[in-house]
T-cell receptor, first 113, second 117 residues
Framework: RKEVEQDPGPFNVPEGATVAFNCTYS??????FFWYRQDCRKEPKLLMS???SGNEDGRFTAQLNRASQYISLLIRDSKLSDSATYLC??????????????FGRGTSLIVHP | GAVVSQHPSWVICKSGTSVKIECRSL??????MFWYRQFPKQSLMLMAT?????????EQGVEKDKFLINHASLTLSTLTVTSAHPEDSSFYIC?????????????FGAGTRLSVL
């Protein structure tokens, strides 16, 4: 089983739709979680951190479910500009004390008019 | 937000040459930097973790002698692809961490697209 798994998609949705992605992780000792956005041929950019209590930033809501070991990202009122690949990042402690980030392969979102 | 500069953004070289990629954190000190490789439509693959003043920690399957990493200061890490071959052609991205672990955030450079002929 991969450490971090995401459905690659693509998720093809109309403008204004609500769409949700999940990301599962295998290491129960994972400590911190993030969603990044990556546009084609560009570097990833932080979208939001994911807190235990969940967090919301405008149209974006992130949730963490430790019991089931997954995080989710909900996008409301989708815009054309939301089209991108959404990367899930999970950090865990490696022997020696360093925190290592592991990326999922990303979920592709296409928002069409 | 924090800025990470990666240079060069695009390299075309002949097989057998070495290529050096620089990663700089411009407005914060980064004790840890990461080097990734990404193939088309694939996830970022962590190659190595670079710590200032110490040897890099390489991921399994990544050749240390092939991908030389130097982290000479708190704001600069370099990756040198030695004797590059066509199979080394890829998108290489660095990231630098700001803040306190484990919630510290990674800021990415813009990436270097390497094409080896």
């Amino acid at each position: 089983r991969k450490e971090v798994e995401q459905d690659p998609g693509p998720f093809n949705v109309p403008e204004g739709a609500t769409v949700a992605f999940n990301c599962t992780y295998s290491n129960s000792a994972s400590q911190s979680f993030f969603w990044y956005r990556q546009d084609c041929r560009k570097e990833p950019k932080l979208l939001m951190s994911v807190y235990s209590s969940g967090n919301e930033d405008g149209r974006f809501t992130a949730q963490l479910n430790r019991a089931s070991q997954y995080i989710s990202l909900l996008i409301r009122d989708s815009k054309l500009s939301d089209s991108a690949t959404y990367l899930c990042v999970v950090k865990h402690v490696r022997t020696g004390g360093s925190y290592i980030p592991t990326f999922g392969r990303g979920t592709s979102l296409i928002v069409h008019p | 937000g924090a800025v990470v500069s990666q240079h060069p953004s695009w390299v075309i070289c002949k097989s057998g040459t070495s290529v050096k990629i620089e990663c700089r954190s411009l407005d914060f000190q980064a004790t840890t930097m990461f080097w990734y490789r990404q193939f088309p439509k694939q996830s970022l693959m962590l190659m190595a973790t670079s710590n200032e003043g110490s040897k890099a920690t390489y991921e399994q399957g990544v050749e240390k002698d092939k991908f030389l990493i130097n982290h000479a200061s708190l704001t600069l890490s370099t990756l040198t692809v030695t004797s590059a071959h066509p199979e080394d052609s890829s998108f290489y991205i660095c990231s630098a961490e700001g803040g306190r672990a484990p919630k510290n955030i990674q800021y990415f450079g813009a990436g270097t697209r390497l094409s080896v002929l």
